[in-house]
């Protein structure tokens, strides 16, 4: 069955420290992924996805199909990153998204 | 634009009953999908509607079911309410895509308590 793990329930860092916030993911085919990003108060909303291949907030991350992760990078995080991250996963012929558990991050002043 | 509006916000029901959330999706969307999201869990996909029709449903029992209305807005209803579907529910809307790439919108989710 397909799955998506995000190993660390909460991720404590210090502003200008690099960030990684790891996502594992089970589907032996061609995966989309994403990174859903909550902040407080506020709705999921996606921060970014794989196939743009892009830079969001000074966020990047890089499908690994080896190692099949898609784990989130930033090279110094800022107190505004505090956030629920989610990594999602979703396939050709399906209509749904397999979210993870979330990692929670603390950016620390 | 309001984007995706959900309501009620909150919900206290007790185990048996019956209850009815709703949805607005985003302007220009046509397409509306709901998660339920358990505390400390992700989301998880109950079923998508497109063109007033479920397109796909997760695994969830019958209990769970939907409705989408001409004007795209949907309904989750779900039977026989047990203390297990205490939970957060998303709707989450998109605009139909050829292929599963499609950005979601999420709404701010309905609290639902089971007592």
């Known amino acids: 069955a397909q799955r998506v793990t995000q190993p660390e329930k909460l991720l404590s860092v210090f502003k200008g420290a690099p960030v990684e916030l790891k996502c594992n993911y089970s589907?032996?085919?061609?995966?989309?992924l994403f990174w859903y990003v909550q902040y407080s108060r506020q709705r999921l909303q996606l921060l970014l996805r794989?196939?743009s291949r892009e830079s969001i907030k000074g966020f990047t991350a890089d499908l690994n199909k080896g190692e099949t992760s898609f784990h989130l990078k930033k090279p110094f995080a800022q107190e505004e990153d505090s956030a629920m991250y989610y990594c999602?996963?979703?396939?050709?012929?399906?209509?749904?998204?397999?979210f993870g558990t979330g990692t929670r991050l603390k950016v620390l002043a | 634009d309001a984007g995706v509006t959900q309501s009620p916000t909150h919900l206290i029901k007790t185990r048996g009953q019956q209850v009815t959330l709703r949805c607005s999706p985003k302007?220009?969307?046509?397409?509306v999908s709901w998660y339920q999201q358990a505390l400390g869990q992700g989301p998880q996909f109950i079923f998508q509607?497109?063109?007033?029709?479920?397109?796909q449903r997760g695994n969830f029992p019958d209990r769970f079911s939907g409705h989408q209305f001409p004007n795209y807005s949907s309904e989750l209803n779900v039977n026989a309410l047990l203390l297990g579907d205490s939970a957060l529910y998303l709707c989450?809307?998109?605009?139909?895509?050829?292929?599963?790439?499609?950005?979601?919108?999420f709404g701010s989710g309905t609290q639902l308590s089971v007592l």
């Open positions: 989450a809307s998109s605009q139909a895509g050829t292929t599963t790439n499609e950005k979601l919108f």
């Open positions: 589907y032996s085919g061609s995966p989309e």
């Open positions: 794989h196939i």
């Open positions: 999602a996963l979703t396939f050709s012929g399906t209509y749904k998204y397999i």
């Open positions: 302007s220009g969307h046509d397409t």
């Open positions: 509607y497109y063109e007033e029709e479920e397109r």
